[in-house]
């Protein structure tokens, strides 16, 4: 009867109960014209049967009653094989309201699908699709760049081809979908900080106890904030699901940084 109880909850109510994580990141690097700077990060959102688009569209909201100056999307959007969902998520998409930007990389879900369909939508919901490439916010004379590469699983990330456009000032964040790949970003030493998922935080795990199962590149950073050489990780649990569509000890999240400068 136990038993039965956790699966029920794990089915039902846990992939419904998004939690809301909310952090004060104060970069070494990052300009005062910035200070008190909102970013709003969702991940592996795993549109697919399950993920309804009014499940999407709740999300939605839920992002835009943060008030964000940014929203950052670490890929995964789609869940591999179902393409013929992608033009409602371009639906949802749309709907996202922060006060700048909302920019997008992709996960290795996102290259087992119609990959130029993925990005046409995120591009026709207005959204900045940072595939090793870099979208620079501005304050005056401060900026602020973000910075993403595409996914590393699937060998498409350049980060070369990004620090060849990034400016020398100004500080700098970094989207990549496996949270494993800080390794290689901090040693650059130019990102204050790595926005990643991939990992759902193990998705089924058992308190006190490592996760089971968790996929390649994300074996080493797999759940919330670290700190990497100098470099900020933060490692988002993500929205969706994959596999068996249950979590357990392993909520949804959406995490909400508030950026302060250190001048």
């Given at each position: 009867m136990f038993g039965f109880c956790i699966l029920l909850y794990a089915q039902l109510i846990e992939p419904n109960w998004i939690?809301?994580?909310s952090l004060q990141l104060t970069l070494p690097n990052l300009?005062?014209?910035?200070n008190g700077y909102r970013i709003v990060q969702i991940s592996d959102i795993h549109r697919d049967r399950w993920m309804s688009p009014q499940r999407l569209n709740r999300i939605v909201q839920l992002v835009n009653q943060q008030k964000p100056d940014l929203i950052a999307i670490t890929g995964d959007l789609v869940t591999r094989n179902l393409s013929k969902l992608i033009p409602s998520l371009a639906d949802s998409l749309a709907k996202f309201t922060p006060k700048d930007q909302t920019v997008a990389v992709l996960g290795n879900h996102d290259y087992e699908n119609d990959t130029p369909?993925?990005?046409k939508a995120i591009q026709q919901s207005n959204i900045v699709y940072l595939g090793n490439d870099i979208y620079t916010l501005k304050r005056g004379r401060a900026t602020l760049h973000i910075a993403g590469v595409?996914?590393?699983?699937?060998g498409k990330s350049r980060l070369d081809l990004v620090m060849q456009q990034l400016p020398k000032?100004?500080?700098a964040i970094?989207?990549?979908h496996e949270p494993d790949f800080a390794t290689t970003s901090a040693a650059t030493g130019r990102f204050d900080l790595q926005l990643s998922g991939h990992s759902h935080g193990g998705q089924i795990r058992l308190p006190f106890i490592e996760p089971l199962i968790l996929p390649p590149f994300a074996k080493k950073y797999y759940l919330g904030k670290y700190q990497v050489e100098k470099m900020f990780l933060y490692t988002n649990r993500g929205l969706g699901m994959t596999g068996l569509h249950l979590r357990l000890f392993s909520r949804p999240e959406i995490t909400v940084f508030t950026l302060t400068s250190a001048n």
């Open positions: 939690e809301i994580n300009a005062s014209e910035f369909g993925i990005i595409d996914d590393v699983q699937m000032a100004g500080a970094l989207l990549a």
